[in-house]
């Protein structure tokens, strides 16, 4: 087509002749250029800026070889490096454009700008619609690899996660530790499997979706484009109105779309958003071509497909284009494209980036070829593939090349990768790859490559994306049933995830990513579960930031044994919250971890949206038990009430420093409600034998008021060294006040020992006690006896392991519980 350009120019592009005039750097559509559509509006650049005040819609004429005469008007972009050319009408179908832009503009500097004519032929007739890939759909009939291969650390199944049945729910795998924290963003292609239906999704490690949405047309490449900003393609192809990248915010609502200008249609294959909120896509452009002039046997009316790149805005206005016909030749395709075929797609670019000097990058596909476009001009500054027709790079240490590769990327240390899918090479073989450029001495350096073993070839698709840990997650695109394999920097494998049969994927990519429907904590820590006998529960607050009402309609985690929740579903109105109850036990002794995944989902269940917290909980009897009086879930607590805090053996600070009075307003976070309620201040006191903490709040307690006290963790340790890794904490709720006339101090009446294995004493320093009933944590009365003494013992050595509330009443009518742990 380039050839057929050149013989074809019939136009003088005339730059004018003073010395001190500034060029178009940039002038679109090419002049001379073929196929050009209808409605297409011409831009013109300098690299400087022009002076708005120069512009006059009298310096410019345009006219056209049907049309005649167009009335046009000149009109400059935001930052006034863009000049529009933009007709009243579009143009006819075969005509040829002239314009004529005399030489009075004027640059922001005050220098002349060059007067400038060219001309360029509309398209015979409407672009034709695109049809669907061949092979694009051709993930199967590969030897599936075994799911267990005798290493993985963990297998976590999302189908009992009350899904829909006809999502594609994953398999995630992990094989060692450094796994990148964040989340997988994925769009299954169910085309070969009717039982599934497309969905976005975005997954966490275990391959738990914290959201999801069921979509009834072809979607691909599903994105972080900014902070909260996601992306997606719809491309159906056939209503082409209709495709476009949707844009959606933290919500996962879509504000808006962005779609190609001058009359194309957008392609599904990539999207990147500029630093000054425009967007580059990609076009598949389709030409009829008489092949039979190119090559023997063409075709005389062949479809041939180009590719257009456009830069946009949100209202289709575009301000950079560069087309494939100008700067390629359809015989640049490699051998397995026919060119006599009715037909032919010698581009196929699946993915753009820019370079670190701002210019573009494209992966041309069936070309075999990576590209390099300035910006500025649209010329091509290099093309790079051992196997492309026009490759510039010696390949100094891999023989074989990149062969119909995917995801072209810059990285930040300057290398480049691809996704290579190999399909040309012999055996056909899928790597991932990362090579060096001298750009000067044109040289390709491979400094990172990464192979399955066994080989895995996937012919389409496909991704090889470096996170911010220097881990490589590398999406297997058309492959079945492996989907994608993250691996570290020693290239052993971290991680990976399966589909089911016949599910493929286009990208798999990892992002940070946090939505803004409702939040809660980012993690809860039960503590040791040492000297409890029930689970030990914990009120767990969800807050929507949402505009409308939403509900929590489930919970999933994978220790179930261990870790629960309660009071689902909840309704929590816009811009309130609301509570569950999570709770945990463990009869077994370790350290324990989860993730709570809280889903709010749509009526049918099209639709979830999720939010995560991690749990943590251990059972060590090696390490200090902590128990808060009041009792957690304790009600009607005295407003004058102190909080003690008991440990089962002496404590002090880390490193070995005694623990002081002073040091007790830094051990405990201790709040109104809940973690995020209003914060009270608080001294405190340290027994002698630092086995308890006694926390007395500054201001009398409210009435009626539910409190939160957590200990901090990783603060304290026992005489022998062990650290206190873990927090605790308790919530309970004050009642009215009791008034006494004769008050008694909180620490007249002491129990000793605590944890206590058989003989428990009581001693009261001023009043007789008058009875001791004993409870169990469920509120069980399992002893109760009257005495009219100070001192007491009594022989608990038959109870059950365990904690215990002591209610001690006094002859005056005094009563106070303590909680004792039976070991």
Not at 275 to 284: A, K, P
Not at 293 to 317: F, K, M, S, Y
Not at 721 to 745: A, E, M, Q, R
């Amino acid at each position: 087509m380039k050839k057929i350009i050149s013989l074809l120019i019939s136009t003088l592009l005339i730059l004018g002749s003073s010395a001190q005039s500034i060029l178009f750097s940039y002038v679109c559509p090419v002049p001379g250029s073929l196929g050009i559509n209808p409605e297409q509006v011409p831009i013109l650049k300098t690299g400087f800026p022009f002076d708005k005040r120069s512009l006059s819609n009298s310096l410019v004429t345009l006219t056209g070889s049907i049309s005649g005469y167009i009335p046009c008007k000149l009109e400059l972009s935001e930052d006034l490096q863009t000049l529009f050319i933009k007709p009243d009408r579009k143009f006819a179908f075969g005509e040829t454009i002239e314009i004529n832009l005399q030489p009075w503009l004027k640059s922001m500097e005050g220098e002349n700008i060059s007067e400038i004519y060219f001309s360029f032929t509309t398209r015979e007739q409407p672009q034709k619609k695109r049809q669907p890939e061949p092979g694009c759909c051709a993930a199967i009939g590969f030897t599936p690899l075994p799911v267990d291969k005798g290493v993985h650390r963990l297998v976590a199944n999302m189908t009992d996660n009350n899904l829909p049945s006809d999502y594609p729910a994953p398999t995630s795998v992990y094989m060692g530790n450094g796994i990148a924290d964040s989340y997988i963003f994925f769009t299954p292609s169910t085309r070969l499997t009717p039982q599934y239906n497309e969905y976005l999704s975005i997954w966490d490690n275990y391959g738990t979706p914290v959201f999801y949405q069921k979509i009834n047309e072809p979607i691909t490449d599903f994105k972080v484009l900014d902070e909260g900003i996601l992306t997606f393609a719809v491309n159906g192809r056939q209503n082409q109105e209709r495709d476009c990248y949707y844009l959606m915010d933290s919500n996962y609502d879509i504000y808006d779309s962005v779609r190609a200008g001058n009359g194309y249609y957008i392609d599904n294959h990539d999207i990147l958003l500029l630093e000054n909120g425009h967007y580059l896509i990609l076009i598949y452009d389709i030409q009829v071509v008489n092949m039979s002039q190119i090559v023997p046997g063409g075709n005389p009316a062949a479809q041939v497909t180009g590719l257009v790149i456009q830069e946009v805005d949100l209202n289709r206005n575009v301000y950079f284009q560069w087309r494939s016909w100008d700067h390629f030749e359809i015989t640049d395709a490699t051998w397995d494209i026919s060119l006599t075929s009715p037909w032919i797609d010698y581009v196929h670019a699946n993915a753009l980036d820019l370079d670190s000097d701002g210019n573009i990058l494209i992966s041309s596909r069936n070309m075999d070829e990576v590209t390099k476009i300035s910006y500025s001009t649209g010329d091509v500054i290099w093309r790079l593939g051992l196997n492309a027709k026009n490759n510039q790079f010696n390949f100094l240490n891999d023989p074989i090349g990149f062969s119909h590769q995917h995801d072209i990327r810059k990285l930040s240390n300057g290398n480049y990768t691809v996704y290579d899918n190999g399909n040309l090479h012999i055996p056909p073989e899928s790597r991932a790859l990362e090579y060096n450029l001298d750009e000067v001495n044109m040289t390709a350096l491979l400094v990172w490559g990464f192979q399955y073993d066994p080989d895995i070839y996937a012919p389409v698709t496909g991704s090889n994306q470096r996170l911010p840990n220097n881990n490589r997650l590398i999406g297997w695109g058309g492959h079945t049933p492996l989907a994608m394999t993250e691996v570290n920097s020693n290239n052993e494998i971290v991680f990976e995830l399966y589909l089911p049969d016949t599910v493929t994927g286009y990208r798999s990519l990892r992002y940070p990513w946090e939505s803004t429907v409702f939040s809660t904590e980012d993690n809860v820590d039960f503590g040791n579960y040492h000297g409890y006998m029930l689970p030990k529960k914990y009120l767990l607050q969800i807050v929507n930031h949402y505009s409308e009402a939403i509900q929590i309609t489930s919970s999933h985690n994978h220790q179930t044994s261990k870790f629960y929740s309660e009071n689902l579903p909840v309704y929590i109105s816009p811009g309130s919250s609301a509570e569950i109850s999570l709770f945990f036990k463990s009869n077994e002794e370790g350290q324990f971890k989860d993730v709570l995944t809280l889903n709010f989902d749509n009526e049918d269940n099209t639709k979830r949206i999720a939010c995560q917290l991690d749990l943590k909980g251990m059972y060590e009897p090696n390490l200090p038990s902590v128990q808060f009086n009041p009792v957690n879930g304790s009600v009607n607590v005295d407003p004058n009430t102190a909080i003690t805090v008991t440990f089962s053996e002496p404590v002090r600070k880390i490193l070995g420093q005694e623990l002081k009075d002073a040091d007790v307003p830094n051990l405990f976070i201790f709040k109104e409600s809940n973690i995020y309620g209003n914060p009270v201040s608080f001294t405190g006191t340290v027994s002698e034998d630092k086995t308890t903490i006694t926390i007395i709040p500054d201001q009398e307690l409210l009435e009626q008021q539910r409190y939160f006290i957590r200990q901090k963790a990783n603060l304290l340790e026992n005489y022998y060294g062990n650290l206190i890794n873990y927090s605790d904490f308790c919530f309970f709720t004050t009642g009215f006040k009791v008034y006494l006339d004769d008050p008694h101090p909180y620490d007249e009446i002491r129990i000793f020992p605590n944890p206590v294995k058989d003989m428990m004493h009581i001693t009261s320093s001023r009043v007789k006690i008058e009875k001791v009933e004993i409870f169990s944590e469920d509120g069980r009365l399992l002893y109760t006896r009257h005495f009219n003494q100070r001192d007491i013992s009594i022989n608990i050595g038959h109870l059950p392991v365990g904690m215990y509330a002591i209610h001690i009443h006094t002859r005056d009518n005094y009563q106070v519980t303590r909680q004792v742990v039976r070991y």
